[in-house]
């Protein structure tokens, strides 16, 4: 089913990738791209359960946008294990307004698709979404 504002479709691997994140924790990321020739979202890259935030970081390319879901471990004030799914759309300023504009017009949609999202995230530089950032969102 294609995005009423882009046209955008969102590939089946798409929910597939995130349910295995969410069910069964068998991925750290994901990241995911707009191919513009196919309209579709498609995934990009799948991170290890024992991959990094800085290797997480790595994939997002500095003058494209992507949207990414990462799986953020932490421990709560009270010494609890706790684990939080965010929706980071990555938006640099250095990348072409076509591309800001497809990426912002299928977000919705998009996560829409992605059931058990809990914290979205924007950003347009890594300081915007580095580790002090989902800690305080995590909380």
Not at 72 to 94: G, H, L, M, R, Y
Not at 111 to 138: C, H, N, W, Y
Request: aromatic letters at 10%; a neutral charge.
């Amino acid at each position: 089913m294609a995005n009423a504002a882009s046209g955008m479709a969102v590939h089946d691997d798409c929910k597939l990738r995130f349910l295995e994140l969410k069910a069964k924790r068998s991925h750290r990321f994901i990241v995911y791209k707009i191919e513009e020739k196919q309209k579709q979202v498609v995934v990009e890259k799948v991170g290890e359960p024992v991959q990094t935030y800085d290797e997480f970081a790595a994939c997002l390319p500095a003058n494209e946008c992507r949207y990414a879901i990462y799986d953020f471990d932490f421990v709560t004030a009270e010494n609890c294990q706790k684990s939080k799914i965010f929706f980071i759309t990555w938006c640099p300023d250095i990348a072409k307004v076509r591309s800001k504009m497809i990426y912002a017009s299928s977000k919705d949609r998009f996560k829409r698709e992605l059931d058990g999202i809990q914290i979205e995230l924007q950003a347009t530089d890594p300081t915007e979404m580095d580790l002090d950032v989902f800690r305080s969102r995590a909380n």
